[in-house]
């Protein structure tokens, strides 16, 4: 963990390999600039940044990025995250998301987010919500340094690890704790009066005679 105010450019070395059940959390501010702030988040492998000279042998594991559009007509900005992945010299198939943090020319805004491992996409967090995920393209644990950019102030970049309760280590799946879970299901039919429901396993139920 690091904390305090944190250097921009931001570069760290990855000592732990990552995998499933872990969190990269980052927290700070992005700064009050005249167009939509820019900021950046790469994940890499086998270099320290994407600098340029960019070595042939350098990975992006994931690159996270806002990117803001102008079009002509209507004249109206819009703004996005993007998500990629750099490998053999080229850039794979980008993904893209809503801007969640609500950034706009003049207008500074927090900035707390996390990027979090799941078996086989990363999923990402702002302000406490999930708003995208992403599928693994490289495998996580070839990340190595941790490279952030843009116009944005830092307090705080943390990895974190998941905890699993016990319920959800039964139904093979984890969430980060502090962090919204949302749960859809089938709704549950009332017994008629004089039966109650009982339980028999896991995954049967039906209503039998109440006992007086």
């Known amino acids: 963990m690091e904390l305090g105010d944190l250097p921009v450019p931001y570069k760290s070395q990855v000592t732990d390999k990552v995998q499933a059940g872990k969190c990269l959390e980052i927290k700070g501010g992005f700064k ?4 939509t702030p820019d900021f950046c988040v790469n994940l890499l492998s086998k270099a320290e940044t994407l600098d340029p000279p960019v070595d042939p042998t350098t990975e992006v594991v ?29 850039w794979g198939k980008e993904a893209r998301y809503p801007d969640p943090f609500g ?59 998941k905890e699993l309760t016990k319920e959800s280590e039964e139904a093979d799946f984890y969430h980060p704790v502090g962090y919204p879970m949302f749960l859809a299901g089938k709704k549950q039919k009332r017994c008629k ?11 049967s139920e039906r209503c039998v005679p109440c006992c007086k």
Not at 137 to 155: A, R
Not at 194 to 201: L, P, S
């Open 32 to 35: 009050l600039t005249f167009i």
């Open 103 to 161: 950034l706009a020319p003049l207008s500074p805004k927090i900035l707390d987010m996390a990027i979090c491992f799941a078996q086989d996409h990363f999923e990402f967090f702002a302000n406490n919500e999930k708003f995208g995920e992403y599928k693994y393209v490289i495998p996580v644990d070839h990340i190595d340094h941790i490279e952030i950019t843009g116009d944005v102030t830092l307090q705080q970049v943390n990895w974190k690890n």
């Open 62 to 90: 994931l690159q996270f990025r806002v990117e803001t559009t102008r079009s002509v007509f209507p004249p109206v900005l819009k703004t996005e995250i993007v998500v990629n992945t750099f490998q053999n010299s080229k």
């Open 193 to 203: 009066k004089g039966r109650v429901r009982k339980y028999f396993g896991k995954l």
